[in-house]
């Protein structure tokens, strides 16, 4: 009997002490503090480590592709009506991207390296060869004019010039020469006067096979929110094109690497050396990539947004106070290091994609902008514990401002409007082997996070058990008296 009362007393008390103990594990998050911690040590650019592997040499399959806007209505827009413009593509290349030249420093806790791109075209995961022709914005030679707009002399000659060898606002050339260069005939009369001008042009002349120059980041060694941080980029800790420090700022990492235990309410920000500044991106929602649960951030609109709406901007307004609506960035300013025209303030303006969150005006002052969301979004999709990229798609649009230039008869009446060339769709998804490790990962920490449950659970049936058994304890047994009959026959 002494023995049946400890037994009984010890489950009520085991019980107590499950109860006590797991829901004291969930209140101090013991567990997922756990797993953190682990991460963050983990996930460090070091020789051996899966994250210092696939920062190196990105498994993922990246795609890159790129859609033209075909001018159905020259003759007509030189003459002011509005731009008719057709989608052509995707022209779609393979994407290689490997960290090269790689370096440890400080004590291994920066490490410089070159990104060296490569693309190869997809024929079969694109709209047609390219050799498709296009017709767009004749970029080398409106640049050109706007060089010239304020010398009534050269202009009226390089105007003659043009007329002379058929050179207009507007050009039909190949998709392989729009990326990738060509000869153009403007750029080669001028070479003859300006020895050391480039005359090829291409919207990515010189991007392929090559990189943007050297990069150093922070390893993560000494904090884990500085994994894959850009410290400094060609060797500056900030750049010089814009009119405000907080917008000459280098933020962030280089948008393919993001640091481990991310939060809904944290900004990631990134450094686009395309778009010649850094960015920021929210939380918006959860979403599944491949059966693992991740954090879907996107650029806010005020990312790109009009001083008025959003002040910060104020420094990317250049020349300072020569401010552009919303949803536009004037990248004139940064293309005019090298010794191509086309890189000496060529009047070159990005976007989203059909001016996807810009001011409606300039939807409006082109025929065929239809901007959506889900299209034309730039968004990131990252594992929340580690921090590793598992999906994500990078939209920008490259435009050209175009107006009447005085002393230009090539300009006719055209209207001024910001002209949509082509945008990039730049996606990756993660590599099916990479998931499966995440996946697995995924398993363990829900086994983890959902141990202190499984004990207030077990100490809820063993508390059910011990009362159960304690009335049973209670209940008095009947005497034999008890057990007979009221009345006999």
């Given at each position: 009997?002494?023995?049946?009362?400890c037994?009984?007393?010890?489950?009520?008390?085991f019980?107590?002490?499950?109860?006590?103990?797991g829901?004291?594990?969930?209140?101090s998050?013991?567990?997922?503090?756990?797993?953190?911690?682990s991460?963050?040590?983990?996930?460090?650019?070091?020789n051996?480590?899966?994250?210092?592997?696939?920062?190196e040499?990105?498994p993922?399959?990246?795609?890159?592709?790129?859609?033209?806007?075909n001018?159905?209505?020259?003759?007509?827009?030189?003459?002011?009506?509005r731009?008719?413009?057709?989608?052509?593509?995707?022209?779609?290349?393979?994407?290689?991207?490997?960290?090269?030249q790689?370096?440890?420093?400080d004590?291994?806790?920066?490490?410089?390296a070159?990104?060296?791109?490569t693309?190869?075209?997809?024929?079969n995961?694109?709209?047609?060869?390219?050799s498709?022709?296009?017709?767009t914005?004749?970029?080398?030679?409106?640049?050109?004019?706007?060089?010239?707009?304020?010398?009534p002399f050269?202009?009226?000659?390089?105007s003659?010039?043009?007329?002379?060898?058929g050179?207009g606002?507007?050009?039909?050339?190949?998709?392989?020469q729009?990326?990738?260069g060509?000869?153009?005939g403007l750029?080669?009369a001028?070479k003859?006067?300006?020895?050391?001008?480039?005359?090829?042009?291409g919207?990515f002349?010189?991007?392929n096979?090559?990189?943007?120059?050297?990069?150093?980041?922070?390893?993560?060694?000494?904090?884990?929110?500085d994994?894959?941080?850009?410290?400094?980029?060609?060797?500056?800790?900030?750049?010089?094109?814009?009119?405000?420090e907080?917008?000459?700022m280098?933020?962030?990492?280089n948008?393919?690497?993001?640091?481990?235990v991310?939060?809904?309410?944290?900004?990631?920000?990134?450094?686009?050396?395309?778009l010649?500044?850094?960015?920021?991106a929210?939380?918006e929602?959860?979403?599944?990539?491949?059966?693992?649960?991740?954090?879907?951030?996107?650029?806010?609109?005020?990312?790109?947004?009009?001083?008025?709406?959003?002040p910060?901007n104020?420094?990317?307004?250049?020349?300072?106070?020569?401010?552009?609506?919303s949803?536009l960035?004037?990248?004139?300013v940064?293309?005019?290091?090298?010794?191509?025209?086309?890189?000496?303030?060529?009047?070159?303006v990005?976007?989203?994609?059909?001016?996807?969150?810009?001011?409606?005006?300039y939807?409006?002052?082109?025929?065929?902008?239809l901007?959506?969301?889900?299209?034309?979004?730039?968004?990131?999709?990252?594992?929340?514990l580690?921090?590793?990229?598992?999906?994500?798609?990078k939209r920008l649009?490259?435009?050209?401002?175009?107006?009447?230039?005085?002393?230009?008869?090539?300009?006719g009446?055209?209207?001024?409007?910001?002209?949509?060339?082509?945008?990039?769709n730049?996606?990756?998804?993660?590599?099916?082997?990479?998931?499966?490790?995440?996946?697995a990962?995924?398993?363990?920490?829900k086994v983890?996070?959902?141990i202190?449950?499984?004990?207030i659970?077990?100490?809820?049936?063993?508390?059910?058990?011990?009362m159960f058994?304690?009335?049973r304890q209670?209940?008095?047994?009947?005497?034999?008296?008890?057990?007979?009959?009221?009345?006999?026959?």
């Amino acid at each position: 009997m002494l023995l049946k009362s400890c037994c009984i007393y010890g489950t009520g008390a085991f019980s107590i002490v499950l109860l006590v103990v797991g829901i004291a594990v969930v209140l101090s998050a013991v567990f997922p503090h756990l797993l953190q911690s682990s991460a963050k040590k983990e996930v460090v650019l070091k020789n051996g480590t899966d994250a210092f592997e696939a920062w190196e040499n990105p498994p993922a399959d990246i795609y890159m592709q790129f859609y033209f806007f075909n001018l159905t209505n020259p003759s007509e827009v030189l003459e002011g009506d509005r731009p008719v413009v057709v989608q052509i593509g995707p022209y779609t290349y393979r994407e290689y991207r490997p960290m090269e030249q790689v370096d440890f420093k400080d004590n291994g806790t920066k490490v410089s390296a070159v990104n060296t791109k490569t693309y190869i075209f997809q024929r079969n995961m694109s709209r047609g060869p390219e050799s498709d022709l296009i017709r767009t914005v004749n970029i080398p030679a409106v640049t050109v004019m706007e060089m010239f707009k304020d010398d009534p002399f050269l202009a009226n000659v390089i105007s003659a010039y043009m007329r002379g060898s058929g050179e207009g606002l507007f050009t039909t050339r190949t998709v392989g020469q729009l990326l990738w260069g060509y000869q153009d005939g403007l750029l080669t009369a001028l070479k003859k006067y300006e020895h050391d001008l480039d005359n090829i042009f291409g919207l990515f002349y010189k991007s392929n096979a090559s990189n943007d120059g050297e990069y150093v980041f922070f390893t993560g060694q000494q904090n884990y929110k500085d994994f894959a941080r850009v410290d400094t980029w060609n060797s500056k800790s900030s750049l010089s094109w814009w009119t405000s420090e907080e917008c000459n700022m280098i933020n962030g990492t280089n948008g393919a690497s993001f640091h481990p235990v991310i939060t809904k309410n944290e900004m990631l920000y990134m450094f686009s050396s395309d778009l010649c500044r850094s960015l920021y991106a929210a939380y918006e929602q959860d979403v599944m990539v491949k059966g693992i649960p991740s954090y879907r951030f996107v650029l806010p609109a005020k990312v790109f947004a009009n001083l008025t709406v959003n002040p910060d901007n104020a420094g990317f307004c250049v020349p300072a106070g020569n401010c552009l609506g919303s949803g536009l960035l004037n990248v004139s300013v940064c293309k005019q290091g090298g010794k191509s025209t086309a890189k000496r303030g060529a009047p070159i303006v990005m976007s989203s994609p059909h001016f996807y969150q810009a001011d409606e005006k300039y939807v409006q002052d082109v025929f065929g902008m239809l901007p959506n969301k889900e299209e034309h979004e730039t968004a990131i999709d990252v594992h929340p514990l580690t921090g590793v990229l598992l999906q994500a798609a990078k939209r920008l649009q490259i435009n050209v401002y175009v107006e009447k230039i005085p002393h230009f008869s090539q300009t006719g009446n055209v209207k001024t409007v910001v002209f949509p060339v082509v945008y990039l769709n730049e996606s990756a998804i993660i590599d099916d082997a990479s998931a499966k490790k995440l996946q697995a990962l995924g398993v363990k920490q829900k086994v983890v996070e959902n141990i202190p449950f499984i004990l207030i659970g077990l100490g809820i049936i063993l508390g059910g058990v011990f009362m159960f058994l304690m009335c049973r304890q209670k209940i008095p047994e009947s005497t034999t008296a008890e057990q007979e009959p009221l009345l006999s026959s």
